[in-house]
């Protein structure tokens, strides 16, 4: 059971990265997937879930509006398209598989995370 992160880089305020969470040993459709992020020394945030019957939450007010999160079934991944980027989103983003929670909780699934750069 693996959950892996991908897509995260150097990119200039105002622009976009799309982050992917790739399932491997089980079906991401059938759990409840969470984007979370955690700058050093924070608190982890969470930034939104989707859930397996694929109804979606954002719970930062911070990115609502500029972030969306999706899945694709056929691929068992799940995708987290970030616009207008800035500074302040710059950190670790991490996704989550959880079998009854959205968002998941500590005892889900982690992947192991991908970093986010927003930098002029």
């Known amino acids: 059971v693996q959950l892996v992160e991908s897509g995260g880089g150097l990119v200039q305020p105002g622009g976009s990265l799309r982050l992917s969470c790739a399932a491997s040993?089980?079906?991401?459709?059938?759990?409840?997937i969470g984007w979370f992020r955690q700058a050093p020394g924070k608190e982890r945030e969470e930034i939104s879930c989707?859930?397996?019957?694929?109804?979606?939450?954002y719970y930062q007010d911070s990115v609502k509006g500029r972030f969306t999160m999706s899945r694709d079934n056929a691929k068992n991944t799940v995708y987290l398209q970030m616009n207008s980027l800035e500074p302040e989103d710059t950190t670790v983003y991490y996704c989550?598989?959880?079998?009854?929670?959205?968002?998941?909780?500590?005892?889900?699934?982690w992947g192991q995370g991908t970093q986010v750069t927003v930098s002029s």
């Open positions: 989707i859930s397996y019957a694929g109804n979606t939450y």
């Open positions: 040993g089980f079906s991401l459709d059938t759990y409840e």
């Open positions: 989550a598989a959880d079998p009854w929670s959205c968002p998941p909780q500590d005892d889900a699934y």
